[in-house]
């Protein structure tokens, strides 16, 4: 190969490797940016989709998981604990979350909670550069409106559909079961009975109500003058429960223990045995396990319509 040949295979060679490094640096082309309505009511922009994200609350982490965003969640509060993966998540805090590790984290969206302490924290954060999604249902609709709100966001919107189809063709079975039932039974649900004399329960506007109604069960709660209330023994006497639901299961309360209460005895759910023990996460946590909650509140209300 003569001197001429040899310069000529050279530039060739120049040539091919540039184009190829050209078209291997070609980045994939973005997404147009997505603007939304947050449930503080904040105009939120989301360019393109994000990749990393951060879950400020149990229900959002849920919400991520049902949509298969397992593998861009790089943080999740202290008390996220399902599905069990998210155990194994970099932690953030949660009542006093971790704003430098949740910089450090450089996520593309963080997934955070309604209310006024909370709006202040998400002023903090947009201005250290965050992009911050607020949700906040404050019913059932809301919980699926929410997910479907993820799902924009997120690049899952057709995962996001499905995933509320599929939840309120469930919600719709369990109503059309418990409209059968002739009757709607008292239910006392208890959320901590730290003091036994004068345990928590759900009162107006909280999921829990709305969800004891829906399963067909009149919630003793209702009577208060507070989304959460603490009642009297007495007062609980005096209303005279037809069941009892331990939402504080999981923190070691048992039917037996109840039965032990002082006066506790001649409540008719008490002498009746129905008391029983629910995981509370399912009716608290505004998330796609909402509707897992309502199915087992209708069993324990009403076995009948479930056999």
């Not at 499905?162 to 469930?170: K, T």
């Not at 345990?199 to 109604?213: E, K, N, Q, R, Y």
Request: with cysteine; glycine share 8%.
């Amino acid at each position: 190969m003569n001197s001429r040949e040899v310069l000529l295979a050279l530039g060739l060679t120049m040539v091919l490797t540039l184009v190829m490094g050209c078209a291997q640096a070609t980045p994939t082309v973005a997404l147009p940016a997505v603007t939304v309505l947050d449930d503080a009511q904040r105009t939120v922009e989301i360019r393109g989709v994000p990749e990393r994200i951060i879950s400020l609350a149990p229900s959002n982490t849920e919400v991520l998981f049902a949509l298969g965003l397992v593998d861009k969640v790089v943080g999740v509060t202290d008390l996220c604990d399902y599905p069990e993966e998210a155990q194994g998540i970099e932690k953030v805090g949660f009542v006093e979350i971790n704003l430098e590790k949740i910089v450090d984290l450089e996520p593309d969206l963080v997934l955070y909670i309604g209310g006024a302490a909370q709006l202040e924290k998400t002023q903090t954060m947009e201005d250290l550069g965050l992009t911050v999604l607020v949700l906040a249902p404050s019913d059932i609709e809301g919980i699926f409106a929410d997910i479907e709100l993820v799902g924009r966001t997120t690049g899952t919107e057709d995962e996001a559909v499905d995933l509320v189809s599929e939840l309120r063709a469930r919600m719709d079975e369990v109503l059309s079961r418990v409209a059968q039932a002739k009757r709607q039974p008292l239910v006392f649900y208890e959320l901590d009975a730290t003091d036994p004399a004068r345990p928590w329960t759900a009162g107006p506007g909280s999921f829990i109500d709305a969800l004891i109604t829906m399963a067909g069960g009149v919630n003793l709660g209702a009577s208060a003058e507070m989304e959460w209330a603490q009642f009297s023994t007495e007062e609980v006497i005096a209303q005279d429960p037809e069941i009892i639901i331990l939402g504080d299961a999981n923190y070691g309360v048992t039917a037996e223990s109840v039965e032990e209460r002082p006066g506790w005895g001649v409540i008719t759910a008490v002498k009746a045995g129905a008391i029983y023990p629910i995981d509370d996460t399912l009716v608290s946590r505004p998330g796609p396990r909402i509707v897992d909650g309502l199915e087992e509140l209708a069993r324990i209300i009403h076995p009948e319509l479930f056999r």
